[in-house]
Structures are given as C-alpha cells and as structure tokens.
Nanobody, 116 residues
Framework: QVQLVESGGGLVQPGGSLRLSCAAS????????MRWYRQAPGKERELVAT????????NYADSVKGRFTISRDNAKNTVTLQMNSLKPEDTAIYYC?????????WGQGTQVTVSS
C-alpha cells in the first residue's frame, strides 16, 4: 500500500522557519521524482519545489527561491522541505508528491500558517 505521510506543519511567526517531512512507503522511493506543492485558500495548487530521482536536481518556484530547500534521503525514504524566512503568503496546506511515468502519489497534506 502506497503511503506518503507529511509532518512538521504548524503556526509560525513571519521570519520564522519550519521543516516539513514526508515519509514514503509502498513503492520504490529512489526511482521517483519528489515534489512539494501547496494550496492556499481560494487558490490553485502550486508547485513549490522538485527534486529528481537520479541526479538529485532541484527546482523551485520563484516565490520561494532562496528561502526553501528540498532534500531527500533515499535510504530512509524521506523528503524534506526546509522553509526559512517565512512570510504570511506562505500560508497553505503543503502536499508531498511522488511522480514517475508509471505512478503519481499524494500525501494528505500538512497545514502551515504564518502569522503574528
């Protein structure tokens, strides 16, 4: 059974940091490109960060570049999103996604709220 379980969300003040984690199981994690998406109330889901399976190349949305860092541990089947210098506009539900030609899996999401 495929599972992606996010954790680490919460309430943080502007300028603060959070570290999101996603634990994967039920598929060959190392062969999948891993992504973090987010969806704010009333907005479409937005791709935030990507890390490829083999080369480990990364890509970020312009809105988070320089503040967020995606990383993965193929031995532990986990992907993380380190979020620094958080802004109120980063408030959203953050979703972990695993994608390949033959599969596309989603986690249930974790809420991140940036507010004073």
């Amino acid at each position: 059974q495929v599972q992606l379980v996010e954790s680490g969300g919460g309430l943080v003040q502007p300028g603060g940091s959070l570290r999101l984690s996603c634990a994967a199981s039920g598929f060959t994690f190392s062969r999948y490109t891993m992504r973090w998406y987010r969806q704010a109330p009333g907005k479409e889901r937005e791709l935030v960060a990507t890390m490829t399976a083999t080369a480990g190349s990364t890509n970020y949305a312009d809105s988070v570049k320089g503040r967020f860092t995606i990383s993965r541990d193929n031995a532990k089947n986990t992907v993380t999103l380190q979020m620094n210098s958080l802004k109120p506009e980063d408030t959203a539900i953050y979703y972990c996604n695993a994608v390949q030609y033959w599969g596309n899996y989603w986690g249930q999401g974790t809420q991140v709220t940036v507010s004073s």
